[in-house]
């Protein structure tokens, strides 16, 4: 995977991550009109979901971090 495709990758999860916390969250605040294990889904998944917005945010920086010493090395 070259350093473009991963930086993609790291936004296509951020926009999905937040995507997801988006409906989770409106899920959440609709909480005396669902069940207590919908409710309890829909945290589990927010939780999940900060975790995704995370772990695409480390690739996009490692993705920046790889592309900026490519341009060191052929400046």
């Known amino acids: 995977m070259n ?3 991963a930086f993609q990758s790291g936004i296509a999860g ?3 991550g937040i ?3 988006n409906q989770n969250a409106a899920q959440i605040a ?3 009109q669902i069940s207590t ?3 309890t ?3 589990v ?3 999940a979901n900060k975790q995704q917005v995370e772990a ?3 690739v996009i920086e490692t993705s920046s971090e790889m592309i900026g010493t490519l341009l060191d090395i052929t400046v």
């Open 56 to 58: 695409s945010a480390k």
């Open 14 to 16: 951020v926009q999905s």
């Open 41 to 43: 889904e829909a945290l």
């Open 37 to 39: 294990e919908q409710l």
């Open 30 to 32: 609709r909480a005396e």
């Open 3 to 5: 350093s473009i495709s």
């Open 19 to 21: 995507y997801g916390a």
């Open 45 to 47: 998944q927010l939780q």
